[in-house]
C-alpha cells in the first residue's frame, strides 16, 4: 500500500514535470515563430504612429510583435550611442535618427546599407526629393529611409493679435520685434504676465543654437556653411549674428517682452502665455490634444526655416532585418502618412503623398508646405562634431541672455560672437573639417 | 600550521567578495584611468593613444572649469550646511529620545533620503518657480522682490545646495543620533554635577566624542556632493514650457562628452579629476580630524 502511494506520488510528480517541460518547449516554439521588432524613437508622440503602421503589418504578419521605445530625445541619443556600440540588443531594432546624428554612426560601420529595393525606393525622385535621399545616405549608397522633418514656422494668437490690433503675421525680422512689444501684456507693476514672443533663453541641450539659428537665418547667418571639399566654417561673427543676437537682447533686457522667469515654449502657447513663437509641425497636434480651444494660426517664417530631417535606421542581424526594412517602407505608405501628419503633426518627407484632407481641415499646416517662392532651407550639417558644436554654442549663448551689458553695446557683442566663433573653429580644426 | 590553515580559510571565504568587488569596482576605475589617456569617439574601433593630452585641453575648457567651480561650490555648500544642520537636529531629537514622537522626529527628517529623487525634485521646482512658487510668495509677503531662482547664475547653484542638503540630511541626522546613543551617560552627569548647561555639555562633550561620525558623515556629504547630477538635470535642462538655467556640474559634462559629444575618452579624463579630487579631500578629512583626535 505504501509502496504504491509512493508509485502514485511519484507517477504524478513525473506527469507534472512533463507538463512544464512540454508547456516550456511550447513557448520556445511560439516565440521562435513570433517576429520581434523594436522600435527606439526619440519622440515620445510617435509612439502612436509606430504602433498603427504595426497594427497595418498585422495582416501580413500575424505573429509580428512591434516593440515601441519612444523616450525623450537627449535620453535616445544616449541609448543610441551604447545600444549600437555595446551590441546584444536581441532580434532587430528600428531607429529614428536624424540624418546629422547617424553620420558618425555610418563612419564607423554601425548601421548597415539598406537592402537594393529599399535603395531603389529612396533614390526614387518621384518618393524623395534628392535633399531628402542625400541625408539618409553616404558616398552615394542608402542607410536610411527618410520619414519626417523638423521645419519652423511661426505660430500666433488670433485673439491676441486682435487684441493688438494687428491684423496679419509679421513678415520682417523687424516686424516679430514691433509686434513682440504690442503683444506683450503687463501688470500693474510692468511686469511682463503674457510675453509678446516666446525665445528660448535658457534649458539644456543644443535647442538652444538650434533656435538661434533659425533667427539668424533670417538675417542671412548661419552656426556653420560649407567651404567645400568637406570642410565647414563659421558664418555668424558677422552683422546677421549681430542683428539675431541684438533681437534677442533687446526683447529681453530693453523692451523686456520676454523674461527668462516667463513660461516658454509650446506649453506657455498652449496656456495664453505666449503670443507667439517658432516651433515645427507637430505642435499643431499638440495643440489639439491639449488646447483644443485655442484660436491660433501658423505663418512661414520671413526668409526660411530649418528643415531637420529624421530617417529610419535598421540594426540586427542582416538576415532578420527584412522586417525592419519592411516597415520603415510600411511607414511611409501614402495612407500611414496621411495619418501621421493628421494625428502627430510632424511633416513627412515623402513627395507626391496628397495631403490635402488634413490641410483642409487644419488649415496651420498650410505654412509649412505652402511656402512663398524662393523660401530657403537650412539643416544640420552631417559632420561628427555638430551635436559638441551646437551644445557649445547654446552654452555661450545662455551666458549672453543673462548679460544686460551687452543689449547696448555692440562691440561687446562682436567679441562675443567673436569668442563664440573662434570656440567652433578649434573644434572644427581638432576634427580636420575647418576650411583654412 | 594551524594559523596558516586558518589564513588559507579566510583568504578562500573572502575570494569571491573580494573578486565580485574587483570586478564591479577596481575594474571601472582601472580602467577608466586608461581611456582618459586615449582619444576614443565610443563608436570606432581606432583608439590612438595621445597620453595627457585630454587633461592638458581640460585645463583650458571653460565649460570644464565652470562645472569644476560649481561642483565644488556645491559640494561644500550641501557639507557646510547639512553637518551642522544635522548635528543639531539630532541633538535636539535624541534630547527627546522618550518623548511619544521621537520615532515621528527621526522617520520626518529621514523620509527625504528615501524619497525617489525626481519626483522631489519638481517640487523643489515649484517651490522654486519665480512666478508661481511658494518661496517668492513668501518673499513677497516680507516685502523682498521677486527672484528668479532657477535662472540666476548665483540663485541656481544655491537651489541645487539647498536640495542637496534636504536629502542628505536625513542620512546624516540618523548617523548622529546613532552617535549620541553611544556616548556615555556618566560623563554627562558629571558635568552636570559640576554645573555645566545643555549647551555647555553638546559644545564641550558631544561635538568632540562625535568626531568620528563627523568624520565619516561628512566624507559621504561631500563625496556624494561632488557626484550631483540628477537634482541640476531636472531642476533645469530640458524643461520646455518651464524655464531654468543648466547648472554644470562635472557628472552632467561628463555624460554630455560621452554620449553626445562622443568623446569617451576625454570624459574619462574628467572623471580621473574628479576621482583625485575626492580622494584627497576625504585624505585631508582624515588625517584633519585625526590630528584634532590626538590634541
Known amino acids: 500500500m505504501k509502496n504504491a502511494s509512493v508509485k502514485i506520488r511519484i507517477s504524478t510528480r513525473a506527469l507534472l514535470m512533463s507538463t512544464a517541460f512540454a508547456a516550456t518547449l511550447l513557448t520556445g516554439i511560439t516565440a521562435a515563430s513570433a517576429e520581434t521588432l523594436t522600435v527606439w524613437s526619440g519622440y515620445p508622440e510617435m509612439a502612436p504612429f509606430y504602433q498603427h503602421v504595426a497594427d497595418g503589418m498585422k495582416a501580413a504578419h500575424p505573429d509580428l510583435q512591434v516593440k515601441v521605445e519612444a523616450i525623450a530625445l537627449r535620453e535616445h541619443e544616449k541609448r543610441v550611442a551604447l545600444g549600437l556600440t555595446g551590441g546584444g540588443q536581441d532580434g532587430v531594432t528600428l531607429i529614428e535618427l536624424s540624418g546629422s546624428t547617424a553620420t558618425r554612426y555610418l563612419e564607423n560601420d554601425l548601421l548597415p546599407e539598406a537592402p537594393a529595393d529599399i535603395s531603389t525606393f529612396v533614390k526614387d525622385p518621384k518618393n524623395f526629393d534628392k535633399f531628402f535621399s542625400d541625408i539618409a545616405g553616404s558616398n552615394g549608397k542608402i542607410y536610411g529611409v527618410p520619414l519626417f522633418r523638423g521645419q519652423g514656422s511661426l505660430f500666433y494668437n488670433t485673439d491676441m493679435f486682435k487684441a493688438a490690433g494687428l491684423t496679419a503675421p509679421p513678415k520682417t525680422m523687424e516686424e516679430f520685434s514691433e509686434y513682440a512689444k504690442k503683444l506683450t501684456q503687463r501688470d500693474a507693476s510692468g511686469k511682463a504676465t503674457v510675453s509678446g514672443w516666446s525665445l528660448r533663453l535658457s534649458g539644456g541641450g543644443q535647442g538652444i543654437a538650434e533656435k538661434f539659428w533659425t533667427n539668424m537665418h533670417q538675417y542671412g547667418g548661419a552656426i556653420l556653411v560649407p567651404a567645400g571639399d568637406g570642410k565647414w566654417k563659421t558664418n555668424f561673427a558677422n552683422e546677421a549674428g549681430r542683428k539675431a543676437l541684438k533681437q534677442y537682447l533687446d526683447l529681453v533686457f530693453t523692451a523686456k517682452a520676454v523674461t527668462p522667469e516667463i513660461p516658454a515654449d509650446a506649453d506657455a502657447f498652449e496656456r495664453g502665455q505666449t503670443a507667439m513663437f517658432i516651433r515645427e509641425s507637430w505642435v499643431i497636434g499638440d495643440i489639439a490634444q491639449k488646447a483644443p480651444n485655442l484660436k491660433y494660426a501658423a505663418a512661414p517664417l520671413p526668409t526660411g526655416s530649418i528643415a531637420l530631417p529624421t530617417n529610419l535606421y535598421v540594426a540586427g542581424d542582416a538576415k532578420a532585418s527584412k522586417i525592419g526594412w519592411e516597415f520603415a517602407k510600411a511607414a511611409n505608405t501614402p495612407e500611414n502618412l496621411v495619418w501621421l501628419l493628421q494625428n502627430v503633426g510632424w511633416l513627412p518627407n515623402r513627395s507626391g503623398i496628397d495631403y490635402k484632407a488634413v490641410t483642409s481641415k487644419q488649415p496651420a499646416f498650410a505654412a509649412f508646405v505652402d511656402y512663398p517662392q524662393g523660401y530657403k532651407f537650412f539643416t544640420l550639417p552631417s559632420i561628427g562634431p555638430i551635436e559638441e558644436i551646437l551644445t557649445r554654442v547654446a552654452a555661450q549663448l545662455v551666458v549672453a541672455f543673462g548679460d544686460a551689458s551687452l543689449a547696448t553695446d555692440d562691440a561687446k557683442i562682436d567679441a562675443f560672437l567673436k569668442k563664440t566663433s573662434d570656440e567652433v573653429n578649434t573644434i572644427l580644426d581638432r576634427e580636420g573639417l575647418l576650411a583654412k | ?295
Open chain 2, 1 to 295: 600550521m594551524l594559523k596558516r590553515k586558518r589564513f588559507i580559510f579566510a583568504m578562500l571565504a573572502i575570494l569571491p567578495t573580494l573578486a565580485i568587488f574587483a570586478y564591479v569596482r577596481l575594474y571601472p576605475i582601472a580602467d577608466t584611468l586608461r581611456l582618459s589617456l586615449f582619444q576614443w569617439n565610443i563608436l570606432s574601433k581606432n583608439k590612438p593613444f595621445i597620453g595627457l593630452a585630454n587633461f592638458r585641453e581640460l585645463m583650458g575648457d571653460h565649460l570644464f572649469l565652470d562645472a569644476l567651480v560649481n561642483t565644488t561650490i556645491i559640494a561644500f555648500g550641501v557639507l557646510f550646511l547639512t553637518i551642522p544642520m544635522a548635528l543639531i537636529i539630532a541633538a535636539l531629537i535624541f534630547h527627546r529620545t522618550r518623548s511619544k514622537m521621537a520615532g515621528f522626529y527621526e522617520t520626518a527628517v529621514f523620509i527625504p533620503h528615501v524619497v525617489s529623487l525626481v519626483p522631489a525634485a519638481m517640487a523643489w521646482k515649484w517651490i522654486f518657480d519665480a512666478r508661481l512658487g511658494p518661496l517668492n510668495a513668501f518673499l513677497s509677503f516680507l516685502g523682498i522682490p521677486m527672484q528668479n531662482w532657477l535662472f540666476d547664475p548665483v540663485l541656481s547653484v544655491i537651489c541645487i545646495i539647498i536640495l542637496c542638503s534636504w536629502q542628505a540630511l536625513g542620512y546624516a541626522v540618523l548617523i548622529y543620533i546613532v552617535g549620541f546613543k553611544n556616548l556615555p551617560v556618566s560623563l554627562y552627569e558629571a558635568a552636570k554635577l559640576d554645573g555645566a548647561s545643555g549647551p555647555q555639555s553638546f559644545w564641550y562633550l558631544s561635538i568632540p566624542m562625535l568626531k568620528p561620525i563627523t568624520l565619516y558623515v561628512s566624507v559621504v556629504t561631500l563625496v556624494s556632493g561632488f557626484n550631483v547630477y540628477a537634482q541640476a538635470f531636472v531642476l533645469a535642462s530640458d524643461a520646455q514650457g518651464a524655464p531654468g538655467r543648466q547648472v554644470r556640474v562635472l557628472v552632467l559634462d561628463m555624460l554630455e562628452n560621452s554620449f553626445r559629444n562622443y568623446r569617451v575618452g576625454y570624459a574619462a579624463s574628467e572623471a580621473v579629476v574628479l576621482l583625485v579630487i575626492v580622494l584627497g579631500l576625504t585624505l585631508i578629512q582624515f588625517s584633519m580630524l585625526r590630528e584634532r583626535g590626538r590634541t
